[in-house]
């Protein structure tokens, strides 16, 4: 079967602005993003990670290191505030190779960023 470059989303909220809480929720989705989906390190192709102004934004690109991934180009940006917007959430979207149609793809979305996506399950 021949892989494709495929794009995959997840979100998770950090119970507080410091960097273990970030570090451990960011782990935390990036281990259920790999188990949900099957994908090792070297089948991702990038990584975009964005996170609320009320977070530091330096922690989920550290925790994508600290998990192994170590050859894949990391970005992390700080998002726009948004008035009534999720607070401490930190999002990814990934490009990695796969054999899976995207209709098998399945995004995540953990902690209090589950009410992001009602229509996905948690």
């Not at 550290?62 to 940006?77: K, Q, S, Y």
């Amino acid at each position: 079967m021949t892989k494709v470059l495929r794009g995959l989303r997840g979100a998770t909220t950090a119970a507080a602005n410091t960097s273990e809480a970030i570090l451990q929720a960011t782990e935390e989705l990036l281990r259920a993003l790999q188990t949900a989906n099957g994908f090792a390190p070297e089948d991702v192709e990038s990584a975009i990670f964005t996170s609320t102004p009320d977070l530091t934004g330096e922690y989920p690109a550290r925790a994508a290191r600290r998990l192994g991934w170590v050859d894949v180009p990391l970005l992390g940006a700080t998002e726009v505030a948004v008035p009534g917007g999720l607070p401490r959430c930190i999002r990814v979207l990934l490009h990695f190779y796969t054999a899976k149609p995207p209709r098998q793809l399945k995004h995540t979305y953990l902690r209090e960023a589950a009410a992001l996506r009602p229509d996905r399950p948690s």
